[in-house]
């Protein structure tokens, strides 16, 4: 072999080296890519199937609303020039808003009142000059008098003087209703709270013009709610005036006791369904208007223990179905797989829906983050 072969050989063998060097940074490269891009595992809260061995019912869903719901609207007519004020959590003052208590004739907003201020002196201006001119006929009324009884006056004249004499009072008595009803026009100048209650809505606001009749506030007594719903004819026999009824919340994991107060006497025309009101005191302020409220009528022991899970573990499938399915949570090597898992559901028990199909005792289920994973994706569990 001469020295230029040997020189190609060297050549080609520093040639292959530097190949397999750059295949190699290569697939470490792509090694370090794949890990990078790899997602982070979600994080989310799990709870294990129950058994429940409970009460079972026909469950109903109520609304919440207060106990008295008023609107107060304006009597007089005019732009609003205040609104009542009060100190927000920031520390600012503000208007009053939704949500803030109020006692019982506390002023919420007033109208201006200078035109019914003007009114009033108007009309007392011709009340005074009603009063001397009923002042001055009773003294003419009064001589006339004294001339009949002398037989120094005819009956027509004496007629006169009386029929004058009772003319201005009445003018005075007309005078005197003008002032009291343009006093109480600028009294209605102020709109005021009818109740203790809290403010629901407020619909004006300042330098708005407003008409008599127009609602400025809704009020609502909260410290008791009624939680409405509707019964068919044939459970009727499980609703009874002054009867004991407990419901629940999604919001809370408690149940608030009531009283049945009141049972509609005939079925709604289109629901065909009769309206029952539960009314529940709610002296924390817990329960809110507009919530939902879910509650068991004809409650009795169950024949055997159903698997349960909580309402917000159950998902709606991917493909579009009725059927309904949930994640369970599995141990693969060190990490924490999603899988999901078709489930056939059952009847609900406050905010635990049964399990007929699908689970088995002890599984983990996924609850807050269950519509954020997908079937085999890595989770992590937080208390």
Known sequence: MNNQQRGQRRRHRACFATLVSLVAAGLIGCESQRKAVEAPPIPVTVAEVQEYSGAEGVNY?????????????????????????????????????????????????????????????????????????????????????????????????????????????????????????????????????????????????????????????????????????????????????????????????????????????QADQKSRTFQVEVSVPNPKDLLKSGMVATLILGQSKLGAPLLVVPLNAIVSTVDGSKAFSVFVVQRDGDKDIARRRIVQTGSAFGNNVAILKGLNPGDRVLLNGATLVSDGQAVQIIP
């Open 61 to 265: 869903s109520a609304s919440v609303v207060p106990y008295t719901q008023l609107s107060v609207t304006f009597k007089s007519a005019g732009y609003v020039t205040s609104i009542l004020q009060r100190k927000g959590v920031d520390g600012r003052v503000r208007n009053l808003q939704q949500g803030d208590w109020v006692k019982k004739d506390t002023v919420l907003a007033t109208v201006r009142q200078s035109d019914y201020e003007h009114a009033v002196n108007q009309y007392k201006g011709q009340l005074e000059q009603a009063q001397a001119g009923a002042e001055k006929s009773k003294q003419d009324f009064t001589r006339a008098q004294a001339l009949y009884n002398a037989n120094a006056l005819t009956q027509t004249d004496y007629d006169s003087a009386k029929a004058q004499f009772d003319s201005t009072q009445g003018a005075v008595a007309t005078s005197q209703a003008a002032v009291a009803q343009a006093q109480q026009a600028l009294s209605d100048c102020e709109l005021r709270a009818p109740m203790d209650g809290q403010i629901l809505n407020r619909n004006i606001e300042l330098g708005a013009l407003v008409a008599s009749g127009t609602t400025g506030f809704t009020m609502g007594d909260m410290q008791t709610v009624k939680a409405v719903f509707g019964v068919p004819d044939t459970v009727l026999a499980a609703v009874a005036l002054g009867k004991k009824q407990a419901i629940q919340t999604e919001t809370y994991n408690q149940q608030f006791m009531g009283l049945i107060t009141a049972i509609s006497p």
